[in-house]
């Protein structure tokens, strides 16, 4: 009676914050055990915090134990280890999701099941900012899930590479084996993502580790042929970090050290708050050489050559992308890009020599800057140049290999729609005249943020209702727009016809025409950058670089 008493008091403390009813769901039995969760005004219910695996430092994700009893799954807290600005968050026992059910699903129903994957550069990032009200109220059952980052999710070494990503395996298997006793379809399941997340859930797409767990795909502004999608250098910061700890000359040495280290210390030498193309220092890397490893080859080769999982494909971007990094940039960091400007190109340029990245970085600071100094008076310059890095320079490119290579139905989108919601371009885009949508202004268009109770204009909400309707459908039906209706007048074609379907006050299919700012990065890419890492047939005309062989080690494909 008493743990039911404080559960009801939780239930009334969290009301206002994720619109809880202070009423139990009815008991769910899983082949773990009894589940419970709570009821939402709003016609979801809840399950928080459910363990779909555990985990020890540095090793692969394991089934979680079962358990006795009922797991009241009513605790909405908790993310991985990270750091976030100065502040240290989260845990280590971190392997664990949320589900969010229409309240009227039962075993057998099976409704379509959509997994989102937090974006945040791989370092950090948690389920708990997203709502899933607007997806779940069309009858689609959500799961938002944890998995490890940073060093701990992402160093990359024999038998550690890649545990983030292992980590969504292990929940997509817990979701194929459970997602029915919550009325779920594990037959027809969505991998979703934003960002990072966006870049993680197409890695997926590539591995024979996630074959058979999921159907579609909805990529949010990521892509795995973007320049920032894997790391062609994983131990070079591994190393620097390493050394502000202790001595170390093997990657048994880093290993050690990082495995006998505090979290705190991990989180503390790991740390970079620098904004520039070089930033997810810890991110997905080729580990074929290793044992059990996730990537069988480059994303370029598995692609070409027709090995990867070929499902349905929504994706898109943001029509400024960049908006974001030029709101987060400062004189200082910006100024810091200005003077290092050659060790901050991305890293599908790393295997290249010195020489030949001062070509790289001469020809791209001419072209985005001309003789200027990169001060955030150039607004425009520096909106445009972080936009191709972050997505533009290759998202038409891997949509063209998809319709290519995939025989499946492939959609895109450009989202230029400006609302209440556009927080990227609210808080960081003021006073620039600057049309269209940051990156990340999508998101809460989509979910709603966790903690915020946000009235809806009109507009916003008929635009919330388009998209979320054209999104369900295509993981209801494969199609975001399988008839015209009053809400939906416009049919969404196919990719391979070079149209795409622009997101904003009035749907329109518009068609795509790269720019030369992308053309120019895109051809770049294709002429220096690493083989099998771009989405073209490198030119190769690097003189490899002696520390790129020195740092990629065994993690080269």
């Known amino acids: 009676m008493r743990r039911t008493f404080n559960y009801i008091l939780l239930c009334v403390l969290l009301d206002g914050y994720v619109d809880v009813l202070c009423t139990f769901t009815q008991i769910v039995e899983t082949s773990y055990g009894k589940v419970r969760g709570l009821r939402s005004v709003s016609g979801q219910n809840l399950f928080y915090g459910i363990p779909y695996a555990t985990s020890e430092r540095f090793q692969p994700p394991k089934e979680p134990a079962t358990w006795d009893g009922i797991f009241d799954a009513v605790r909405r807290f908790g993310a991985c280890s990270?750091?976030?600005?100065v502040l240290k968050l989260g845990s280590e026992e971190c392997l664990n999701l949320d589900l969010y059910?229409?309240?009227?699903?039962?075993?057998?129903?099976?409704?379509?099941?959509?997994?989102?994957?937090h974006g945040g550069a791989y370092y950090y990032g948690s389920k708990i900012h997203?709502?899933?009200?607007?997806l779940v109220t069309k009858n689609v059952i959500t799961a938002i899930i944890n998995y490890r980052v940073g060093v701990l999710g992402f160093l990359c070494l024999d038998g550690v590479a890649n545990l983030g990503l292992k980590d969504q395996v292990a929940a997509l298997k817990w979701i194929r084996k459970?997602?029915?006793?919550?009325?779920?379809?594990?037959d027809n399941v969505t991998i979703s993502g934003q960002s990072?997340?966006?870049?993680?859930?197409?890695?997926?797409?590539?591995?024979?580790?996630?074959?058979?767990?999921?159907?579609k795909l909805i990529l949010m502004s990521g892509s795995p042929l973007t320049p920032w999608a894997f790391n062609t250098e994983p131990l070079t910061a591994a190393y620097q970090d390493a050394r502000k700890l202790s001595r170390v000359s093997t990657e048994k040495d880093v290993h050690n050290l990082f495995a006998n280290a505090s979290v705190d210390e991990i989180l503390r030498v790991s740390h970079d708050t620098s904004l520039n193309?070089?930033?997810f220092k810890y991110s997905p890397c080729i580990d074929s050489n290793f044992s059990e490893p996730f990537f069988k080859g480059s994303p370029f080769d598995l692609i070409k050559t027709g090995r990867f999982n070929k499902v349905p494909i929504l994706t898109g971007v943001?029509?400024?992308?960049?908006?974001?990094?030029?709101g987060l940039n400062n004189e200082k960091t910006l100024k810091e890009l200005d003077e290092n400007f050659v060790e901050r190109l991305p890293s599908v340029f790393s295997w290249c020599s010195k020489a030949d990245k001062r070509k790289i970085a001469n020809k791209m600071r001419s072209h985005?800057?001309?003789?200027?100094?990169?001060?955030?008076?150039?607004?425009?310059?520096?909106?445009?140049?972080?936009s191709d890095w972050i997505a533009h320079s290759t998202s038409q490119a891997f949509i063209d290999l998809m319709v290519k290579s995939s025989g499946q139905p492939v959609y895109s989108y450009l989202f230029n729609y400006v609302g209440d919601r556009n927080f990227a371009k609210v808080l960081l885009g003021q006073g620039l005249d600057v049309e269209g949508a940051s990156h990340s202004d999508d998101i809460f268009y989509v979910f709603k943020p966790a903690g915020l109770s946000l009235l809806l204009s009109s507009r916003d909400r008929l635009f919330i209702d388009r998209l979320t309707t054209m999104l369900t459908n295509f993981m209801k039906y494969g199609d975001p727009t399988p008839f015209k209706t009053r809400l939906l007048p416009v049919r969404w074609p196919q990719a391979n016809t070079s149209l795409t379907m622009r997101l904003d006050k009035r749907l329109s299919v518009i068609r795509i025409v790269p720019t030369a700012h992308q053309r120019f990065y895109l051809d770049l890419l294709c002429t220096y950058g690493q083989a099998g890492y771009v989405p073209c047939e490198s030119a190769q005309k690097c003189n490899t670089s002696n520390d790129a062989q020195q740092h990629q080690g065994s993690a080269t494909a």
């Open 368 to 386: 985005y800057f001309g003789s200027r100094p990169i001060r955030k008076m150039q607004f425009k310059h520096i909106i445009d140049f972080y």
């Open 82 to 85: 990270q750091t976030v600005s």
């Open 318 to 326: 943001a029509s400024v992308e960049g908006l974001l990094f030029y």
């Open 178 to 186: 459970t997602i029915s006793a919550f009325g779920g379809d594990p």
């Open 101 to 117: 059910v229409p309240e009227r699903a039962k075993p057998g129903d099976k409704v379509p099941v959509l997994v989102f994957l």
């Open 130 to 134: 997203y709502d899933p009200e607007f």
């Open 196 to 215: 990072a997340g966006a870049s993680a859930a197409a890695m997926h797409m590539l591995s024979e580790s996630s074959t058979g767990l999921f159907h």
């Open 277 to 279: 193309p070089r930033y």
